[in-house]
């Protein structure tokens, strides 16, 4: 059975005219295929919303429509007519805005220049007339329900910002096929259900959109029919009560729910961290374990048990009793760059705390106070530089740039770029801290890839986590903690969810 049969099309609302029609879209760039075959239909007053992995081709796709991109081969169809060599002026005159989700705006330009970029109003005499370009930007802004001051640099604003000033640019014109790609990634909750009010206005006047997402909560708030891509294809059209999230994952990453956890078999070697009578803050009072090269070691806790102290006070982060041996000696870790020393790296559930956003990839992986390398000499630059390549290419952290700084990535590539800082500073023991917190499933399932390479490398894993499956997926053994202390410890056989949750409560 082909997939495409185990995920029919839904029907589409009944009556509303085809606005757009793609057949058998396909884009070759050198070397990659990055879409072999696209056909969707759009409909007027519709919220298609768009889901896959990264990588998927869901920008391609949308750069295709935008006449970015030229596509290899296929149709598109606007409003009943085919168009051939479209171009952005082309796109746009066809009312086909695209919201980009890395941004297209000049940083260095102002707010309003932004918005009004290529139809600066004038005056009588043809000047530009400054007073109603800023008008017009913050009414621009203002229908999004934010105000942003027009003359700001845009460079200079915060990343949420920029990306209101996207949305507002791109409908500033009216278009009436909108694509938004990954509009809500920097959003907080209140600006994106503003952003969803406009969105519900523009469907009552007709305008179709496609909305690519990686947040499955929104297909309720907004979708009205839900297709996913994987891997250059269209897996499926379903329904919004069809889409839950079992079935949105296993048609984004072709597999079920149990196969995202890659478990490699690993034998497990010698100790590599024994910690005796762990006890820090107002929670943790006792902990003991040994973890072991090769081993995932697993920590649950409902809140309050203990568990969120343990990563800080390995870390040096917060004042601990208790002893630590690494690889057979005693340590004192009294700050992280005593941890670091020792082989340590932390991978912290808030990835702002590691990760400095207006840099690059190659400045976060060798942060002064994180490294101890010399950053001066020459050759030391031209390593760094091949190491950045090949951390970028191995951990496959897109986009694949030296050059944009790590604000603009997802969670899940932030998060590649925290690892791959630990293994470049050797760390040999790796403590992951609520690792998924805040990242979308494609991504998820990349960092449980990676944590199984890692212990194959012989790396050691210490995994503290509330998500019961993700440890059932991953860990060798879990320590469930209840009251600071260790109340159990469960073998892989073990591991289940009554289980776990029994001893922890
Ligand atoms: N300009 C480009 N040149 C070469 N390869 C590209 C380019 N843009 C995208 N790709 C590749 O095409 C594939 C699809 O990428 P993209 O459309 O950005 O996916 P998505 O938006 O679903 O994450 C990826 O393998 C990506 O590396
Ligand atoms: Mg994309």
Redesign the pocket.
């Known amino acids: 059975m082909t997939a495409t049969a185990l995920h029919p099309s839904a029907a589409p609302p009944a009556g509303a005219p085809v606005l757009l029609r793609l057949e058998s879209i396909e884009k070759t760039?050198?070397?990659?295929k990055?879409l072999k075959g696209v056909s969707l239909e759009l409909l007027a007053g519709e919220v298609q919303m768009l889901l896959?992995?990264?990588?998927?081709?869901?920008?391609?796709?949308m750069?295709i429509l935008a006449g970015e991109?030229t596509p290899s081969a296929g149709r598109i169809v606007v409003r009943g007519h085919e168009v051939a060599g479209l171009t952005p002026d082309s796109a746009k005159a066809l009312g086909i805005g695209l919201i980009h989700?890395e941004l297209s705006l000049v940083p260095a330009l102002s707010v309003a220049e932004n918005i009004c970029l290529g139809r600066m109003p004038t005056n009588r005499f043809g000047q530009i007339d400054w007073k109603r370009a800023h008008e017009l930007a913050a009414e621009a802004v203002g229908r999004l329900g934010v105000a942003i001051d027009p003359g700001a640099e845009v460079g200079r604003l915060q990343i949420a910002e920029q990306q209101l000033v996207e949305i507002a640019r791109v409908l500033e014109w009216n278009p009436e096929i909108l694509l938004l790609?990954e509009p809500t990634s920097a959003l907080s909750d209140a600006e994106r259900e503003r952003l969803f009010a406009v969105i519900r206005r523009l469907k009552d006047r007709g305008v179709g959109m496609i909305y690519?997402s990686h947040h499955l909560a929104e297909i309720p708030m907004i979708a009205d029919r839900v297709t996913v891509?994987r891997d250059?294809s269209v897996v499926g059209t379903i329904l919004p009560d069809e889409a839950d999230e079992e079935r949105c994952i296993s048609m984004m990453v072709g597999r079920s729910l149990e196969d995202q956890f890659p478990k490699p078999a690993v034998s497990k070697g010698a100790p590599a961290l024994e910690v005796a009578g762990l006890a820090a803050g107002k929670t943790l009072q006792d902990l003991s374990f040994t973890l072991h090269q090769g081993e995932i070691l697993g920590i649950f806790g409902l809140m309050g048990a203990g568990q969120e102290e343990v990563a800080a006070a390995l870390f040096g982060l917060q004042k601990s009793r208790g002893r630590i041996r690494i690889n057979g000696q005693d340590r004192a870790i009294r700050t992280p760059a005593d941890a670091i020393a020792q082989g340590l790296g932390l991978l912290t559930r808030d990835r702002r705390q590691s990760l400095v956003p207006m840099l690059t990839v190659g400045p976060n992986l060798s942060l002064p106070w994180l490294s101890n390398r010399s950053p001066w000499s020459a050759l030391q630059h031209r390593r760094e530089g091949e190491e950045v390549q090949r951390y970028i290419a191995d951990l496959k952290i897109?986009p694949?740039t030296t050059t944009t700084p790590v604000r603009f990535y997802s969670g899940g590539n932030q998060q590649k770029v925290i690892l791959a800082r630990w293994m470049s500073s050797g760390a040999g023991i790796l403590v992951f801290d609520e690792p998924t917190r805040g990242i979308d499933v494609g991504a998820k399932a990349d960092v449980f890839t990676l944590m199984g390479d890692l212990v194959q490398r012989g790396m050691s894993v210490l995994m503290i986590s509330s998500e019961l499956n993700e440890l059932i997926g991953m860990a060798d053994r879990v320590l469930v903690m209840r009251g600071g202390r260790v109340s159990a410890e469960l073998g892989r056989h073990e591991l289940n969810q009554e289980a776990l949750l029994r001893h922890a409560s």
């Not at 760039?29 to 990659?32: D, H, I, L, N, R």
């Not at 896959?52 to 796709?61: D, F, H, P, R, Y």
Request: aromatic residues 8%.
């Open positions: 760039f050198v070397g990659v990055a896959g992995e990264n990588g998927a081709g869901k920008s391609t796709l750069k991109y989700q790609d690519i891509l250059g897109r694949a």
